[in-house]
């Protein structure tokens, strides 16, 4: 063997051990990475899920707000609803500051998430420069493995780069340790992004929560302005039947004046009629006679009174009561009658009292105002007083 040539020297363990650590490191690294990755894009997309569940809570928001239905016919009915109106506009603006509350965590979120992409490339960058160095380091023992097994005379400067080689590994390692630091690190931050998450789940939990119950307010709220509307509608009807019934009765009343003008009437005739009567009345008084023709009111025999009216045609119709018009009331009977000095004779009967046995004679005595019937004859015990 030439005394020149040297033995071929292995690989130093160490130098493996650090290009295996080096190789563990970014193996680390490369996983550490994804799962960022993986847990930036979950935040992002939860971020995005929050802030669509904000704006249709609020669309909700403002969609319960604007349900609010006011009758002017009502207002005395609707204000009983005024306190439970405030108290929703008050639930509905806590609800707000809690939404404006979590987009501020989300904010706040987004922004760590991009701080720790910053690093996530700062590390990517410090490891790109790791596995230059490394590549270097490599180059650099093929080299001096080759200068060794040709020359053995830069035996020296290969163990001076041997030297260099080792201090090159520890600042590897040392570079490598410090990657795992940060990934601790970023793990570390991971983990509080994941509690800030959970932390604006729950408040998304609650907010929806309260999007139910203000769901059911409003629900409740309109079902009582569907009852408020029935009695709305039940109070037009009632007050349409009430209108239908005021021009009814303007009506009767108009109707009712008629009739009590043309009472009126009848009845100043018929005060002219009695006055007339009452003179021929008083005539007959003051000459003493009996039964003159006129219209009587006859009391004694029965309950109620009776009416008659002698005629001066010798004819004589009789109602049940008290009767001023001929044409008030249906007559109970009617006949034919004679006077003759105190004596009153009914020569025919007809209507209800057709079964009597005509004709029959009554004695007419004239005392004071009255006319006392007596004798054997039906109307036995009837008073007769003139209508005056």
Not at 60 to 75: H, K, P, R, W, Y
Not at 343 to 367: K, R
């Amino acid at each position: 063997m030439d005394a020149t040539e040297m033995p071929t020297r292995k690989p130093s363990p160490m130098i493996i051990a650090l290009a295996v650590i080096a190789v563990l490191g970014w193996l680390a690294f490369a996983i550490v990475w994804y799962a960022l990755s993986a847990t930036s894009d979950g935040l992002r997309g939860e971020v995005a899920t929050l802030t669509a569940d904000r704006d249709a809570l609020a669309a909700e928001v403002a969609a319960l707000e604007d349900s609010g239905i006011t009758l002017d016919q009502l207002n005395a009915e609707l204000a009983s609803l005024g306190a439970e109106r405030d108290d929703i506009v008050a639930e509905r603006d806590a609800a707000r500051a809690e939404i404006a509350g979590a987009d501020g965590e989300l904010e706040a979120v987004t922004a760590a998430l991009a701080e720790r992409e910053q690093r996530i490339g700062s590390l990517q960058s410090d490891l790109t420069e790791a596995e230059q160095s490394f590549s270097e380091v490599q180059d650099r023992i093929a080299h001096s493995t080759a200068e060794l097994a040709d020359v053995g005379s830069r035996l020296q400067t290969a163990r001076t780069e041997e030297a260099q080689l080792r201090e090159t590994a520890a600042q590897l390692a040392q570079e490598a340790a410090d990657a795992t630091s940060r990934a601790a690190e970023i793990e570390t931050e991971t983990q509080a992004a994941r509690e800030a998450q959970a932390d604006a789940q729950a408040q998304l939990a609650e907010l929806r929560a309260s999007q139910a119950e203000f769901q059911g307010q409003r629900e409740s709220l309109e079902a009582e302005i569907a009852d408020l509307r029935n009695r709305h509608e039940t109070l037009t009807a009632q007050l349409a039947d009430a209108q239908a019934q005021r021009d009814t009765l303007q009506a009767q009343t108009a109707e009712l004046a008629d009739t009590v003008t043309t009472r009126g009437e009848e009845l100043s005739s018929l005060e002219s009629r009695i006055a007339e009567a009452q003179a021929v009345s008083d005539a007959a008084a003051e000459t003493g006679a009996g039964l003159v023709p006129g219209r009587y009111l006859a009391t004694g025999l029965t309950p109620a009174p009776l009416t008659f009216a002698f005629g001066e045609d010798g004819g004589f119709t009789a109602w049940r009561g008290a009767v001023l018009s001929a044409d008030a009331a249906q007559p109970a009977m009617s006949g034919t009658y004679a006077v003759s000095g105190d004596t009153l004779t009914i020569e025919s009967v007809d209507g209800g009292a057709a079964d009597i046995a005509t004709p029959f004679e009554c004695a007419a005595t004239v005392a004071g105002d009255l006319i006392a019937l007596a004798g054997d004859c039906p109307l036995s015990g009837l008073s007769l007083r003139q209508f005056r």
